[in-house]
């Protein structure tokens, strides 16, 4: 553990006002999933093909349960700054647990979902969720591991995500019964 405050010393030692301002910026792109949310909807009513919005949809719902929670109530790990005075936050203090990293959670649950289904889409995804991954320890509100663990649980919830909305296409024929797949 001593290895994660060091990495976030030396994030804190990269600060600047112009960093700060970008960092902040970015990581509001995940403050309570609103924006993955808005994102899950559009792709829902805006494609002909409703499985990528499908997959997400249930991506998201499923890592919000088993990130925010489950996971973070039985683990239960403090945020770096509550046992780290000397770690200066920027934004307005998270009262949630630290891991795992529900902002990373919810935009790897949404690159994996898109990418999925459409590859371009899914790597332009997955550098803003890097983005997003990285502000948080940028702004020092997670541990290193509490980012990887963010990612892992929105990877994982996207494939069963996936791999449930194959099976629901392929045994109910949605797309022939009621245009909606």
Same mark, same amino acid.
């Given at each position: 553990?001593?290895?994660?405050?060091?990495?976030?010393?030396?994030?804190?030692?990269?600060?600047?006002?112009?960093?700060?301002?970008?960092?902040?910026?970015?990581t509001k792109l995940g403050d309570k999933g609103i924006f993955c949310i !808005?994102?899950? @909807?559009?792709l829902l009513l805006v494609f002909k093909d409703k499985r990528m919005g !499908?997959?997400?949809?249930?991506? @998201?719902?499923?890592? =919000?349960?088993?990130?925010? !929670?489950?996971?973070?109530?039985?683990? &239960?790990?403090?945020?770096?700054?509550?046992?780290?005075?000397?770690?200066? %936050?920027?934004?307005?203090?998270?009262?949630?647990?630290? =891991?795992?990293?529900?902002?990373?959670?919810?935009?790897?649950?949404?690159?994996?979902?898109?990418?999925?289904?459409?590859?371009?889409?899914? @790597?332009? &995804?997955?550098?803003?969720?890097? !983005?997003? *991954?990285?502000?948080?320890?940028?702004?020092?509100?997670?541990?290193?591991?509490?980012?990887?663990?963010?990612?892992?649980?929105? @990877? %994982?919830? *996207?494939?069963?995500?996936?791999? *449930?909305?194959?099976?629901?296409?392929?045994?109910?024929?949605?797309?022939?019964?009621?245009? %909606?797949?």
């Open positions: 553990m001593a290895w994660e405050f060091d990495f976030l010393h030396l994030m804190q030692d990269m600060h600047s006002p112009i960093s700060d301002t970008i960092f902040k910026l970015i !808005l994102l899950a @909807i559009c !499908l997959t997400v949809c249930l991506a @998201i719902v499923t890592e =919000f349960i088993v990130c925010n !929670l489950i996971l973070k109530n039985i683990i &239960a790990r403090d945020r770096p700054f509550w046992t780290s005075p000397d770690l200066n %936050i920027i934004i307005k203090e998270p009262t949630d647990y630290s =891991f795992p990293s529900g902002h990373t959670s919810v935009w790897f649950a949404l690159c994996t979902g898109v990418f999925c289904w459409n590859k371009r889409w899914g @790597i332009i &995804a997955t550098v803003v969720a890097a !983005l997003v *991954a990285f502000s948080r320890l940028y702004l020092t509100v997670h541990f290193p591991t509490d980012v990887l663990g963010g990612a892992f649980v929105g @990877i %994982i919830m *996207a494939i069963i995500s996936y791999r *449930a909305t194959k099976y629901i296409d392929k045994k109910y024929s949605l797309e022939n019964r009621f245009g %909606i797949l």
